[in-house]
């Protein structure tokens, strides 16, 4: 993974079908996907479940991009040898998860990972500043997570643009987590962000039998973005 701010778009398979994860992954990436979003729920953490370690593992093999591991669970540091086991690239945990997070990043990177700090709409900007020097990537949430198809908060576009400010030269990539359309892909893109994970906007109409839609979505998704003004 060499760094760079060019836009990376990331399907979140949280929307894709979960009876058949790999060849979602294949027909998402032949479309057109820049590093694949897998988000790991604990119905503790974030009010939803969805799959750990095994599932991961399984779908590893189907990734030719980026695995991009978004842990919504706490505890989070005793399964982060787990995720990296698994064949994470990318390993984010939530500031809000428990209270060694500087602890849980030197963890995420000693296991060989990229390690990804994410932080809850209500969590501010400056909470990050002394992790600068050992975070690979900042996650913005725009959705209180927990669930796909919610709507974006407007009230983050700030808060990128203040993380973009601190972060300076570092090379730290900003990623955008909910409620991303063609819409509000601009908007975050004009603030700095370079990754941006979208879920329902990308699954939306197609399917591995017809996936010429995922990569209208996701086209839509970067035109949006290239027409900035
Ligand atoms: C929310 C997840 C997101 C979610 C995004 O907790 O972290 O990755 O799948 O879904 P959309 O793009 O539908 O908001
Ligand atoms: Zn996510």
Excluded at 39 to 60: C, Q, Y
């Amino acid at each position: 993974m060499t760094f760079s701010r060019t836009l990376k778009i990331a399907p979140s398979i949280l929307s894709a079908d979960f009876a058949n994860f790999g060849q979602e992954i294949e027909a998402v990436e032949a479309q057109g996907a820049d590093w694949i979003h897998v988000d790991v729920m604990d119905g503790h953490f974030v009010p939803n479940l969805t799959f750990g370690p095994p599932l991961v593992k399984a779908i590893r093999p189907h990734i030719k991009t980026v695995m991009d591991v978004h842990l919504m669970i706490a505890p989070v540091d005793p399964y982060i040898d787990a995720f990296a086991d698994a064949g994470a690239d990318v390993i984010t945990a939530h500031v809000e998860a428990g209270p060694h997070i500087h602890r849980t990043l030197q963890a995420i990177r000693a296991a060989g990972c990229k390690a990804g700090v994410a932080l809850n709409p209500g969590t501010p900007a400056e909470t990050v500043d002394y992790l600068l020097d050992m975070v690979d990537l900042i996650c913005v949430m725009t959705v209180n997570p927990g669930f796909g198809g919610q709507k974006f908060i407007e009230s983050q576009v700030e808060k990128v643009r203040r993380l973009r400010a601190m972060i300076g030269d570092r090379p730290i990539h900003i990623e955008i987590d909910g409620g991303i359309t063609p819409q509000t892909a601009p908007l975050m893109r004009a603030a700095g962000a370079d990754v941006l994970v979208a879920g329902s906007a990308v699954f939306k109409g197609g399917s591995v039998k017809d996936p010429a839609p995922y990569g209208e979505n996701i086209r839509a998704i970067r035109t949006a973005c290239d027409t900035l003004v």
